[in-house]
Antibody, heavy 120, light 108 residues
Framework: QLQLQESGPGLVKPSETLSLTCTVS??????????WGWIRQPPGKGLEWIGS?????????YYTPSLKSRVTMSVDTSKNQFSLMLTSVTAADTAVYYC??????????WGQGTLVTVSS | SYVLTQPPSVSVAPGQTARITCGGN??????VHWYQQKPGQAPVLVVY???DRPSGIPERISGSNSGNTATLTISRVEAGDEADYYC???????????FGGGTKLTVL
């Protein structure tokens, strides 16, 4: 059974860079069938897709336009992990961040999520 | 960018049928997926490709999609169905994932 687990700092200072890693177990991230994505949810609000990355070959990436200038995603197949970097964070980036496998056009399964708070 | 519109809340008595809508321009031409999120938990896929259910999801939960509206239907609602529900599509014209704003289902 495929499982995903987010990890990274729970507190980031304003203007600094948020870095999160998603570790995949129970399957290989190198499968050519899937993309791997990040979704976030500010406290008390809805879900926002951040972006998705293809784990094989081209490492194609797709980012939401509102964050595109600050987001970078990468894959480390040797560790079965993929990562998210978000630069120049503000309080508006405070959210629970989820990683998920993107199968065709849907997200399944999801990690349990990790809360990242942006505060000095 | 593509927009999905959901009602903020839906209330239903136990044993009745809940219908949660998701509106979008010509959404019937897209594959719609639905997620259930209970407090403090990650979202869980409950319907994919408009009307298919992942293994383990009860037949009481079903989906449909036509024209400008997709609908998630939960029959014989139980207290355990109380949760937030989100619809989602992939907008191929812009290569973006899009979520609806979410609907809170309250079981009276």
């Amino acid at each position: 059974q495929l499982q995903l687990q987010e990890s990274g700092p729970g507190l980031v200072k304003p203007s600094e860079t948020l870095s999160l890693t998603c570790t995949v177990s129970g399957g290989s991230i190198s499968s050519s069938t899937y993309y791997w994505g990040w979704i976030r949810q500010p406290p008390g609000k809805g879900l926002e897709w951040i972006g998705s990355i293809y784990s094989s070959g081209s490492r194609s990436t797709y980012y939401t336009p509102s964050l595109k200038s600050r987001v970078t995603m990468s894959v480390d197949t040797s560790k079965n992990q993929f990562s998210l970097m978000l630069t120049s964070v503000t309080a508006a980036d405070t959210a629970v961040y989820y990683c998920a496998r993107t199968a065709t056009t849907m997200f399944d399964p999801w990690g349990q999520g990790t809360l990242v708070t942006v505060s000095s | 960018s593509y927009v999905l519109t959901q009602p903020p809340s839906v209330s239903v008595a136990p044993g009745q049928t809940a219908r949660i809508t998701c509106g979008g321009n010509n959404i019937g031409s897209k594959s719609v997926h639905w997620y259930q999120q209970k407090p403090g938990q990650a979202p869980v896929l409950v319907v994919y490709d408009d009307s298919d259910r992942p293994s383990g999801i009860p037949e009481r939960i079903s989906g449909s999609n036509s024209g400008n509206t997709a609908t998630l239907t939960i029959s014989r609602v139980e207290a355990g169905d109380e949760a937030d529900y989100y619809c989602q599509v992939w907008d191929r014209s812009s290569d973006q994932g899009v979520f609806g704003g979410g609907t809170k289902l309250t079981v009276l």
